[in-house]
T-cell receptor, first 116, second 111 residues
Framework: GAGVSQSPRYKVAKRGQDVALRCDPI?????LFWYQQALGQGPEFLTY????????KSGLPSDRFFAERPEGSVSTLKIQRTQQEDSAVYLC??????????????FGPGTRLLVL | KQEVTQIPAALSVPEGENLVLNCSFT??????LQWFRQDPGKGLTSLLL?????REQTSGRLNASLDKSSGRSTLYIAASQPGDSATYLC??????????FGAGTTVTVRA
């Protein structure tokens, strides 16, 4: 596709439910990133993939958060036993190379998660 | 940990005025700095990327400066238009891939 796409765009979950958020990066992009953006704040780094390898998951807030990219393209961010503090916009970004400092990251529209 | 601060948090100006948005960061060891625009319900759109070796970048009505030693960047938007209304985010890259963002400046341009 022309850009990064994410689904669903909106998700309402009851506290304790599991959710799965999908990201389709730009075709051919090697690097994929997940960010969490709380209301009124800037995005915070969650995790980074280079192809199918998860090279950095230091930003995942707890072991309830899990991300995968099994074939090096589509990625899924899973949140188990959701809590109200998980309510945020989850942004996915991709870039064409292996994370060098010269190129920009292209962001998707985000998934807005509301946990009741 | 890199801390990025944006001032002011919100700005409202009449159409035609120039906009000045400020960004400061605590660790000057950066690869580059980017300015993004975020519209409600949409993702981030990259506006300008300044490499650490550069002092400024320009694109149309937008100009961004970088003073790495003092940990500051400024985004200037000339002759503002209502379509410039959005949240502007500053992000610094301190290693190969992580972006550290400020909280943003929300701009309203009144017609």
């Amino acid at each position: 596709g022309a850009g990064v796409s994410q689904s669903p765009r909106y998700k309402v979950a009851k506290r304790g439910q599991d959710v799965a958020l999908r990201c389709d990066p730009i075709s051919g992009h090697v690097s994929l990133f997940w960010y969490q953006q709380a209301l009124g704040q800037g995005p915070e780094f969650l995790t980074y993939f280079q192809n199918e390898a998860q090279l950095d998951k230091s930003g995942l807030p707890s072991d309830r958060f899990f991300a995968e990219r099994p074939e090096g393209s589509v990625s899924t961010l899973k949140i188990q036993r959701t809590q109200q503090e998980d309510s945020a916009v989850y942004l996915c970004a991709s870039s064409w190379s292996s994370g060098g400092g010269l190129e920009t990251q292209y962001f998707g529209p985000g998934t807005r998660l509301l946990v009741l | 940990k890199q801390e990025v601060t944006q001032i002011p948090a919100a700005l409202s100006v009449p159409e035609g005025e120039n906009l000045v948005l400020n960004c400061s960061f605590t660790d000057s060891a950066i690869y580059n700095l980017q300015w993004f625009r975020q519209d409600p319900g949409k993702g981030l759109t990259s506006l300008l990327l300044i490499q650490s070796s550069q002092r400024e970048q320009t694109s149309g009505r937008l100009n961004a400066s970088l003073d790495k030693s003092s940990g500051r960047s400024t985004l200037y938007i000339a002759a503002s238009q209502p379509g410039d209304s959005a949240t502007y985010l500053c992000a610094v890259r301190a290693n190969d891939y992580k972006l550290s963002f400020g909280a943003g400046t929300t701009v309203t341009v009144r017609a």
